[in-house]
């Protein structure tokens, strides 16, 4: 069963891994597989911070960490920030999925030898297994797998998913024509510009640009986007036929990373309707903008300890959890370093 569970999400989480998570395991002929995945970095490795008993619990669900990456070139890799950055965890009992999104800008401990900084930034310095690494270290996650892919593979499987509907207030509709025009030229996929505020029905470039507005309001509510498109083309997955579900995985497939390999594939996979996002949140859970050292626009823990908590509690139903060592001393040092 965890098997089907993977594929299923790892096909559709190449859709929009993280701004479309769509857990979603579906059938279709291993025939028309691609016969190669792109290439795979190490998998994640156990977090050794936390408790035998914490990691127990962890056990019957399946923890993904899924990233966007801001790359014109297709570039997956370090070298490029990641957009954006959740993770998605599945209870691979019921097949509910929760997920989280980690505010890109937050300031927190980037790599093992004690480098701080924008979480997006451990992306950029170290890849995929750098960046898994800083959000398993600073939120006491063993995480299981990861998938990245770029805004041009997100766009292609919206539009083979024939789009999405969404409401579009003024404020967003005032800025997102520019937006759009700035990911066609980045993709090369046509689109259009909007005529109107209101309920739009967006193309894959449209909804890309809707995701990552910025300017109009904050990196909470561009991640609250992230998600309402996540649960969007979850449900659109989840009504797709047969051949749809094929086209959507031979196209995107080879354009993501991830620690999943051929291996993990079975000939038929038949479980799309069990998988549901049921909800959705941020991280950290109490926030504060705030200046460290020269650089002004952080997004700061109040109380990592607490985000933490709430975190696991949020994600593991565990009602008191006691985070570990490590995630109090990073809170304590991001403490000490906001200007006073």
Known sequence: MANYLKWGFITIAAVWAAMIGTMAGFAWNIAHMPQRLPEIERPPVQNTNISIETQEKMEGYWTVAVFGVDSREGNLKKSTRSDMQMVFNINLGTGEMRVVSVYRDTYLKL?????????????????????????????????????????????????????????????????????????????????????????????????????????????????????????????????????????LASTVLPQISTSIGMKDLLPLIKNVRRFHMTESEGFPYKVKDAAIGKVKDYVVPVDMVDSVRHMHQFLFDEEDYEPSETVKEIGKLIKSRVNK
């Open 111 to 247: 790599d093992k030898k004690g480098r701080y900084g924008k979480i997006n930034d451990a992306y950029f310095f170290g890849g995929p297994t750098q960046a898994v690494d800083a959000l398993t270290e600073n939120l006491d996650l063993s995480i299981d797998d990861y998938a990245a892919f770029s805004w041009k593979a997100v766009a292609e499987a919206i539009n083979i998913l024939d789009g999405i509907d969404v409401d579009i207030s003024h404020e967003e509709f005032r800025l997102i024509n520019g937006f759009i025009t700035e990911t066609v030229e980045s993709t090369g996929i046509g689109s259009h510009h909007l005529k109107k505020e209101g309920l739009n029905h967006l193309d894959g470039v449209q909804a890309v640009a809707y995701a990552r507005l910025r300017k109009t309001d904050t990196d909470f509510k561009r991640t609250e986007r992230q998600r309402e498109v996540a649960n969007l083309v979850l449900k659109k997955a989840r009504e797709a036929d047969l051949a749809t579900l094929n086209r």
